[in-house]
């Protein structure tokens, strides 16, 4: 059960929670110098010459309100409806449920209440709010049973029913099992971004699940001293190369050194990618270097890396050159009275364009606004603000969702509040802004 689905501010805790999958492998070992940087470079850039250096511009601003019981948008489906899961109002779920004292419900009540909040996904078309609920033959798909959500293109979301894990298709309604494990170690999981490969979190690696095929494969990745992250982390270009965040035992006061490695499926070889310095932590002034966040972006046929990271003890978002092991901090972070804070990142699907989310402050008040910028070479620029002072709502892979053909972003708008412990908002407003 996702019980803490609601997440509405991202807290960096260092160092980042890792549960130690022991994993290794012997090419891993003998290339541990490689792309460490005692030093990291750090560049702060705010543009550069480059032919794609038109300003963005914001051609129109739609709003859908009264959307009662809305809870998660998943992004646009191929026939450019939103997928959307709708769950019960505050008031019904307060006349069902009594109050929302969490602690003194049983194990199966508590389950029901999160059913009944998370809700059912539905199909909803946008010029006639004409609303559609998916069905497994007659059983409703619920909320807190999607996994890799919606793959590139909005062809396929994926789910578990009956301790069966299925692919829907969101265009035909044809609905298929797939072979995926789904035992508790089954995380959300990730799509390849040609739509043919699911890759997930599996206990001693990673498993590599061919849809076209329904076959999936595991990689065990298993020698002392080596940690994979279960946080869902991973990416996959074509299925062939993946890319995920992984620690090695460390020395000199510090538990563990972080890095980007990329899994070849073929050869099952790894490469680190990018290497994070060893942080005595037994010092008193040490400088933090490591990645608080598990969301980043291989960019550039794999030359840069987007991510979020605390590079000498500067917290912010960085492009990383990994031919020239430099950090390009391209979005910095405030020193916010709640404490570290991450800024998520969505890239348009041709990744020419990236909007994101930053801590600011407006009439004095911190609070979140909304940006978008092109992407040029390892650099944000010709950036402009959408929304200031809004409260985002669903959780953060979902905040923005861009249209396939890249022109149109979309984000939920909440007025969330918490009553014992549980979050829900009275006002749900879906925005549609056309950039060009």
């Known amino acids: 059960m996702k019980s803490n689905k609601k997440l509405l501010l991202i807290k960096i805790s260092i160092p980042v929670l890792v549960v130690g999958t022991c994993i290794g492998v012997e090419h ?18 705010e543009s550069v010459n480059s032919t794609n250096s038109k300003p963005l511009q914001v051609i129109n601003k739609q709003e859908y309100k009264n959307i009662p019981g809305l809870y998660e948008v998943y992004g646009f489906s191929e026939n450019d409806e939103v997928i959307l899961s709708i769950g019960m109002t505050k008031d019904e779920l307060k006349k069902k449920y009594k109050d929302f004292k969490l602690d003194k419900m049983s ?60 692919i829907y298709n969101l265009k035909t309604g044809e609905i298929k099992s797939c072979g995926i494990s789904h ?27 061919n849809v076209n095929e329904n076959k999936g494969e595991v990689v065990n990745i298993n020698k002392e001293g080596f940690y994979i992250s279960v946080i869902p982390g991973f990416f996959s270009e074509d299925g062939k190369d993946i890319y995920f965040i992984g620690e090695e035992k460390g020395h000199k006061g510090d538990e563990r050194r972080q890095g980007i490695y990329k899994l070849n499926v073929a050869s099952k070889k790894i490469d680190p990618i990018m290497l994070l310095p060893y942080v005595d932590r037994t010092k008193k002034d040490f400088i933090e270097n490591c990645i608080p966040s598990a969301q980043y ?31 390009n901090r391209v979005i910095s972070h405030m020193k916010s009275k709640e404490g570290g804070f991450s800024s998520p990142c969505y890239l348009s699907p041709d990744r020419t364009k990236v909007v994101y989310v930053n801590r600011g402050k407006e009439n004095g008040k911190e609070c979140w606004n909304l940006y978008a910028a092109r992407i040029n070479e390892n650099n944000f620029t010709n950036r402009i603000c959408l929304a200031k002072d809004i ?46």
């Open 107 to 166: 194990n199966e009540k508590r389950d029901n209440f999160y059913k009944d909040q998370y809700g059912n996904l539905c199909k909803l078309n946008l010029n006639t709010m004409e609303k559609t609920i998916l069905k497994d033959n007659n059983e409703y798909i619920n909320n807190n049973t999607v996994k890799a959500e919606i793959s590139p293109g909005g062809k396929n979301i994926t789910y578990l029913l009956n301790g069966k894990s299925k």
């Open 297 to 327: 972006e291989i960019l550039n046929n794999g030359k840069s890396i987007l991510l979020q990271a605390i590079i000498n003890g500067e917290d912010g978002t960085y492009m990383y050159d990994v031919e020239n092991k430099k950090f």
């Open 183 to 209: 035992n508790d170690n089954w995380t959300d999981g990730v799509w390849s971004k040609d739509g043919n490969f699911i890759i997930n979190f599996a206990g001693n690696g990673l498993e590599i699940y």
């Open 391 to 436: 409260d985002l709502g669903g959780r953060v892979p979902n905040w923005v969702q861009w249209s396939h053909d890249g022109k149109k972003i979309m984000f939920y708008k909440a007025d969330t509040k918490f009553e014992d412990r549980v979050a829900y908002s009275d006002k749900n407003i879906i925005n549609v802004i056309t950039i060009k």
């Open 28 to 45: 891993f070992i003998n290339t541990k110098a490689v792309g460490i940087s005692e030093k990291p470079v750090i560049i702060v850039e």
